[in-house]
C-alpha cells in the first residue's frame, strides 16, 4: 500500500501553527513572521507536501490559468503567440486555455463570459492581423496584455513586432549584396504594417544612397496580388535588381512571376518576403529570404507582463519586439 500523502493539516501540526497560517506561508500570503513562514516551510518540505492544482486553487484564490483570446481563425500568427505564452507560463504550472473568437464580436463576448466562469487569473488577447483593436481591458475584472495586434488605448499594454526595424533589416540586407534597384511590393495601403515596413526599407536604402525604385505597389495579402504586382513592375521598371515584399505570399506570387519571365531569382533579382511563415517561403521556387516576427518570443514576454500584472505590478504602452532575418536561396547562393 502506498503511502498517505501528506496534507496541508499535517503540515500545520508539523509546524505547530494553524492550516490558515500555513496556507499563508506556503503561499506568500498575509503578515508572518518571517520565523513562522520559514518554520512551515521547512515542515512542507520534511513531509514532501504538494498542493494539488485544486487545492492551491483554493488556498491562493486563483486559477492558475490564462485564457488566450484570438480572431485568427487560421492560427498562422496565434499559434506562435500561444506556444511562446505556453513556454513562459508553464514554469509556472500555469495552463492557457485557448478561445477562438473567429473575428466575431458576439463570439468574443461569449467566450469572455466562459473564460472569466472559469475564474482565469488574466488574459492575453491576440489576433490575425497588427492594427489595434478595441480594447477589452475596462470591461474586465483582471488583467490584460495584448499580443501581435495591440490594443487601441495607450493605456494598456501590447507586444508586437517591431514592423519599422523589420523593413531596415530587408533594406539593408538587399543593399549588403550589391542591389541598388530596389522595389517595394506591400500589402492593403489601410494596414499600418504595410506603411512601416516601407518606411524601414526606405531609411535603409537612404542610408546607402539610394530611394525605391519605382513607385511603391499596395494590394491586398494575396499571391494573386504579388503577381500582379510583378507584371507592372516588369513593365515599370524592367531594370530592378530587387524586389521587397510586405509578406511571404506577396513574395512567392512576385517570384512565380519573375521565374515565368525568364528572370532568374537570385541573379538577376533578389527578393525579401516578411513573416518567415514555413509553409510558404519553402514552397516557394527558390526558398525566401524573410523577415521572421518572432512571435514566439512576443507570446513569451506578453506572458511574463501578464504574470507580472496578476502580481500587482501591471505596465502599459507598446513594446515592441526585434525581428530577425532569414536568408536563404532568394537572395544569396549556397
Not at 520559514?38 to 492551491?56: D, K, M, T, W
Not at 486559477?63 to 506556444?83: A, C, H, K, Q
Not at 504586382?229 to 530592378?240: E, M, R
Request: glycine content about 8%; charged content about 20%; some cysteine.
Amino acid at each position: 500500500m502506498s503511502e498517505r500523502r501528506a496534507t496541508l493539516v499535517d503540515v500545520a501540526q508539523r509546524a505547530g501553527v494553524s492550516r490558515g497560517t500555513a496556507s499563508k506561508a506556503l503561499n506568500g500570503a498575509g503578515q508572518l513572521r518571517a520565523s513562522t513562514r520559514q518554520r512551515v516551510i521547512a515542515a512542507a518540505e520534511e513531509l514532501g507536501f504538494e498542493a494539488s492544482p485544486a487545492a492551491r486553487s483554493l488556498l491562493s484564490g486563483r486559477s492558475y490559468t490564462v485564457g488566450l483570446l484570438t480572431s485568427d481563425s487560421l492560427g498562422r500568427f496565434s499559434i506562435p503567440v500561444l506556444l511562446g505564452a505556453e513556454d513562459l507560463l508553464a514554469t509556472g504550472e500555469m495552463a492557457i486555455l485557448l478561445c477562438d473568437a473567429r473575428a466575431d464580436r458576439i463570439r468574443e463576448q461569449h467566450y469572455i463570459r466562459t473564460l472569466l466562469a472559469r475564474q482565469v487569473d488574466g488574459f492575453i488577447v491576440t489576433g490575425h492581423r497588427s492594427d489595434a483593436r478595441p480594447s477589452l481591458t475596462a470591461s474586465l475584472p483582471v488583467p490584460v496584455v495584448y499580443a501581435y495586434t495591440p490594443s487601441d488605448n495607450p493605456n494598456d499594454l501590447s507586444v508586437v513586432p517591431d514592423d519599422l526595424q523589420g523593413g531596415v533589416l530587408a533594406g539593408h540586407h538587399l543593399t549588403s549584396i550589391g542591389r541598388r534597384r530596389i522595389a517595394y511590393v506591400g500589402g492593403p495601403q489601410r494596414y499600418h504594417a504595410s506603411h512601416l515596413r516601407l518606411q524601414g526599407m526606405t531609411t535603409a536604402l537612404e542610408q546607402a544612397g539610394i530611394q525605391p525604385h519605382g513607385e511603391p505597389l499596395f494590394g491586398e495579402w494575396r499571391e494573386s496580388w504579388g503577381r500582379q504586382a510583378a507584371q507592372i513592375l516588369l513593365k515599370s521598371v524592367p531594370d530592378l535588381d530587387a524586389v521587397f515584399c510586405a509578406s511571404d505570399h506577396l513574395a512567392r506570387g512576385v517570384c512565380d512571376v519573375l521565374r515565368e519571365a525568364g528572370v532568374s531569382i537570385p541573379d538577376d533579382v533578389a527578393v525579401v518576403g516578411f513573416d518567415n511563415y514555413s509553409e510558404m517561403v519553402m514552397a516557394a521556387r527558390p526558398p525566401l529570404t524573410t523577415i521572421d516576427m518572432n512571435l514566439r518570443k512576443v507570446g513569451e514576454i506578453a506572458a511574463g507582463h501578464l504574470l507580472d500584472a496578476i502580481a500587482g505590478r501591471p505596465r502599459s504602452g507598446l513594446e515592441t519586439v526585434p525581428c530577425e532575418l532569414v536568408i536563404r536561396e532568394s537572395t544569396v547562393k549556397d
